[in-house]
């Protein structure tokens, strides 16, 4: 088993080293790792990290930990695609009570980031508002 340490070069390799990967890493680690590959100029490989993150915290239904990476995150340092990745993730399960609140804050806080930082359109906008709400 890898040591916390050691999972920020293996979410950037987007390596599949351990099936229990999201209880193993701390929030702002793979925070850190998306915002770095954006910075690095890929936003795919971003986009990669937090939607199988997230993914993960789906599946283990680890709503607390799902909770506090929504409120964590920065959304004007990831760009457009990578919001967008979280925000498909969890569609599937806006529904889920215990994370309706910080995901309708996130929707909410990614659209204002991809409005004024990184200028997506007004029809942009109201197709993720309609697709992703």
């Known amino acids: 088993m890898m040591k916390e340490s050691a999972m920020i070069p293996y979410l ?3 390596g599949n080293k351990s099936k229990n990967c999201a209880k193993l890493l701390a929030i702002n680690q793979v925070i850190d790792a998306a915002e770095y590959a954006c910075i690095n100029k890929q936003p795919i490989r971003a986009a990669s990290i937090v939607g199988r993150y997230v993914s ?3 599946t283990d239904e ?3 930990k799902l909770n ?3 409120k964590a995150v920065d959304t004007s340092m990831l760009e457009t695609n990578v919001l967008s990745s ?3 993730v969890t569609s599937h399960a806006k529904h889920i009570q215990q ?3 910080n995901r309708n804050d996130f929707f909410d806080r990614a659209m204002n980031s991809m ?3 990184w200028n997506v359109s007004e029809e ?3 197709a993720f508002t309609e697709r992703l709400k």
């Open 12 to 14: 950037i390799d987007g």
């Open 56 to 58: 993960d915290l789906l």
């Open 62 to 64: 680890d709503f607390e």
């Open 68 to 70: 506090e990476f929504l």
């Open 86 to 88: 979280i925000l498909m």
């Open 99 to 101: 994370i309706q609140k």
């Open 115 to 117: 409005r004024n930082k």
């Open 124 to 126: 942009r906008i109201a």
